[in-house]
Structure formats: C-alpha cells, structure tokens
Antibody
C-alpha cells in the first residue's frame, strides 16, 4: 500500500527557500501510473495545489506562485522534493505531498500526514 | 483558472439526516470533480472521483452526481464521524483548484 511522508524544516526565515522532501514507500516513484503532487493549506483555510511532477521530471505548477516553485525527483531514494523560493509569511501552511494516479481524472490519493511550515522574520 | 464555488460553507444537521453539498465550476468541466473529507488535524482523504465513483473503502452512504458545471455530494444518513469538512476539487485542467470547503456541524 502506497504511503507518503513529508520531511523538512518546520521554521523558515522570510526571503529564504522553503524546502521539503516526500518519501514514498510501498511502491516505486518511477511508476508510470502516478504523478507526485505538493499541496498546502494555510492554518484555518482551504487547500491549494502547488504543483505535480512525473518520475521523468516533467512538472506542472501553479502560476499563482509566480515561478518560485522548483520540484525534483530522486528515483534512487524514492523521494521527490519541493523548493519554494523567496518565502514570506503568506507561505505559512501545512504542506502535503500526495500521489495522483495518472488516470486522467487528476485526483489526489494517498496523502502524506502533512507538515506545518512557519515562515517568520 | 477554474473557480470552484462550494456551498454551503457550513451546515448544521443531525445524525441520520440526509445532506447535500453543492459545488459549481466557473466553466464546464465534464465530470472532472473529486471530493475529499478532512478530519481535524488530518490530511484530506479521497471520497469520490470522476464525480460519482466511490473510492474503495468509502461507505455507500456517500454518493456524488453532476456534470458540466454543477456537482453534488450527498450523504444519505449522517453518522457521527461524518461531522467534519468536505472539499470538492476540479481535475479538468491546471491549476487544479478546490472549493472553499463545507463544515458539517451537529
């Protein structure tokens, strides 16, 4: 059964880069069946899709983040990563990684447990 | 971007009630809607995909319907564990977007 787990700093200084890693277990990140996604949820607010990456390295990201997003895949470690540059307090959120089955319907399942990242000056 | 307008934002109901949550897309998106349930302090979980397909393991009291711009999630007989928050999401095109959420309250 596919499981995902986020890891990374819980506190990031304003203007620095927010970096997170998601470790996939129970399956291969090189599977052609999945995209791998990042989403976030500011405290008390709704969900926002940040971007998705395929094992080949092909990426799709949310234009609202104004090209601050970089994603990568490490097939040897079965991990994928997110870098969000020039972080501000508005980036404070619970960050989730998730699998997105490449069926075309673009749902997100399963999800990691999430990690709260606070951006502070 | 495709906007997903979810209503109501909160809903008071009782155990055993039948409730319906609505999601409206800003443009036609065929059946590319997925629904999630989120319990406090937990990650969202997929309930329904492709508007009306029940995710494995989800109780049959949950059902979805709709196509084009109007979609519904119905819970036929509310159980105590259902009083949490629900989100719709469009998978028609990037950026994938979510509704604002509906919080079910006893």
């Amino acid at each position: 059964q596919l499981q995902l787990q986020e890891s990374g700093p819980e506190l990031v200084k304003s203007s620095e880069t927010l970096s997170l890693t998601c470790t996939v277990s129970g399956g291969s990140i090189s599977s052609a069946s999945y995209y791998w996604a990042w989403l976030r949820q500011p405290p008390g607010k709704g969900l926002e899709w940040i971007g998705s990456i395929y094992y080949s390295g092909r990426t799709y990201d949310n234009p609202s983040l104004k090209s601050r997003v970089t994603m990568s895949v490490d097939t040897s470690e079965n991990q994928f990563s997110l870098n969000l540059g020039s972080a501000t307090a508005a980036d404070t959120a619970v960050y989730y990684c998730a699998g997105s089955y490449s069926s075309g319907w673009n749902w997100f399942h399963p999800w990691g447990q999430g990690t709260l990242v606070t951006v502070s000056s | 971007d495709i906007q997903m307008t979810q209503s109501p934002s909160s809903l008071s109901a009782s155990v055993g009630d039948r409730v319906t949550i609505t999601c409206r897309a800003s443009q036609s998106i065929s059946r590319y809607v997925n629904w999630y349930q989120q319990k406090p302090g937990k990650a969202p979980e997929l309930l329904m995909f492709a508007a009306s397909s029940l995710q494995s393991g989800v109780p049959s009291r949950f059902s979805g319907d709709g196509s084009g711009t109007d979609f519904t999630l119905t819970i036929s007989s509310l159980q105590p564990e259902d009083f949490v928050t629900y989100y719709c999401q469009q998978g028609y095109g990037t950026p994938y977007t979510f509704g604002q959420g509906t919080k079910l309250e006893i």
